[in-house]
Structures are given as structure tokens and as C-alpha cells.
T-cell receptor, first 109, second 114 residues
Framework: SQQGEEDPQALSIQEGENATMNCSYK?????LQWYRQNSGRGLVHLILIRSNEREKHSGRLRVTLDTSKKSSSLLITASRAADTASYFCATQGNEKLTFGTGTRLTIIP | KAGVTQTPRYLIKTRGQQVTLSCSPI?????VSWYQQTPGQGLQFLFEYFSETQRNKGNFPGRFSGRQFSNSRSEMNVSTLELGDSALYLC?????????????FGEGSWLTVV
């Protein structure tokens, strides 16, 4: 079963704009991770944020985590055509990863 | 270094048959887990192995099984295939078991059951 939901399910923006995706989850976590998946390919790990962290940056990516609201957001700044993909959040308690439903991001050149 | 390698990449099987998928983790990684991805159910956890022992199992029927070898390579097997088993099967590895370790995924094995 899915741990949580991602919002929006699909997002289309112009190249150069910023993209924001949100993830909500249900149970307590040790950490939350974001992954990217290009069509029909494997998952690429983007960033991991621990439950005691509130914000993390990696290049053009900014992730926030609000454990009181059980939610996280992924911001991609200055989007590029190559950012077109599906993005998944995944929560981890003690062991396995539990994935959200994903956001399909399309960057329009 | 090489990433997680899964074979075969694509395969077609007939209902009732069985299939074995293989996964070679990143060198030095000892934890291997498997996921099923379908349009309807999304990404679902199958099982996790560490040091040749199954440490965690998802909510799948007994037709789904797996094992891990002493070199950390892993295989999963699905017996008596059903149409609903058509999916992308993803293998992932991490250095050790437990939370907080970055988990790396392979490209997956596309299984079509006809």
C-alpha cells in the first residue's frame, strides 16, 4: 500500500520556471527520500532528508520536511527539458521504503 | 563503479509459467531489495535481503520468492504467473540494512505475462 500521496499528479511548466511538488505521508518516519524516474527506466536517487532536518539543498533541488504536518516538498529551480520525468517521494521507518504515488513533471521547451 | 545490474531487461511469459529475475548490487553493497511497479498499484515493496537472509517481506502471495547469494547477488522468482504480474520489477541495493542509507536502483526488468 502507498504511504502517501503526491500533489499534483501531473505538472507542466515552461523551461526556466520553478517546479514544486508536494508529498504527504501517514506514519512517523526516520527519513524521506526523493527519486526521479524517466519513462520506463529505473529510479534515480535525488536527495535524502532525515526526520530531524527541516530543509536540504542539492544543486537546483530544495527539499523541505514538516514532520508535524507529515509533509514534504521538492522544489526544482530553473527547470530544464531534461527534468521531464516522474518524481516520487519515499518514506523510510526502520527498514523498507514506502513510495508515494508520484508526480509527472513535463518541461515545455 | 558499476551500478545495480538487472537481467533480463525485458521478457514475455505465458500464464502459468514461472520466471526468475537476477540482480547484481553495487560492489560492496550487502542489502538488496525488490519492488514491483504497476500503473494501478504504483511501487510496492516485495522483500529485502541482507547477508543471505530475508529481513523484510511485503504483502505479496507466496508465489513470489527470492534469495540472496554469498556474493550479495539476488534472484527473485515468480511461479504460476498471472496476467496481473505484468510489471516493472526493480532491484535496489544499499551498503547496509537499516534506515538512512542511500538506496540505489537498477533499470528494472520488464515482465509481460500473456
Amino acid at each position: 500500500s502507498q504511504q502517501g500521496e503526491e500533489d499534483p499528479q501531473a505538472l507542466s511548466i515552461q523551461e526556466g520556471e520553478n517546479a514544486t511538488m508536494n508529498c504527504s505521508y501517514k506514519t512517523s518516519i526516520n527519513n524521506l527520500q526523493w527519486y526521479r524516474q524517466n519513462s520506463g527506466r529505473g529510479l534515480v536517487h535525488l536527495i535524502l532528508i532525515r526526520s530531524n532536518e527541516r530543509e536540504k539543498h542539492s544543486g537546483r533541488l530544495r527539499v523541505t520536511l514538516d514532520t508535524s504536518k507529515k509533509s514534504s516538498s521538492l522544489l526544482i529551480t530553473a527547470s530544464r527539458a531534461a527534468d521531464t520525468a516522474s518524481y516520487f517521494c519515499a518514506t523510510q521507518g526502520n527498514e523498507k521504503l514506502t513510495f508515494g504515488t508520484g508526480t509527472r513533471l513535463t518541461i515545455i521547451p | 563503479k558499476a551500478g545495480v545490474t538487472q537481467t533480463p531487461r525485458y521478457l514475455i511469459k505465458t500464464r502459468g509459467q514461472q520466471v526468475t529475475l537476477s540482480c547484481s548490487p553495487i560492489s560492496g553493497h550487502r542489502s538488496v531489495s525488490w519492488y514491483q511497479q504497476t500503473p494501478g498499484q504504483g511501487l510496492q515493496f516485495l522483500f529485502e535481503y541482507f547477508s543471505e537472509t530475508q529481513r523484510n517481506k511485503g504483502n505479496f502471495p507466496g508465489r513470489f520468492s527470492g534469495r540472496q547469494f554469498s556474493n550479495s547477488r539476488s534472484e527473485m522468482n515468480v511461479s504460476t504467473l498471472e496476467l496481473g504480474d505484468s510489471a516493472l520489477y526493480l532491484c535496489a541495493s544499499s551498503l547496509v540494512q537499516g534506515p538512512g542509507n542511500t538506496i540505489y536502483f537498477g533499470e528494472g526488468s520488464w515482465l509481460t505475462v500473456v
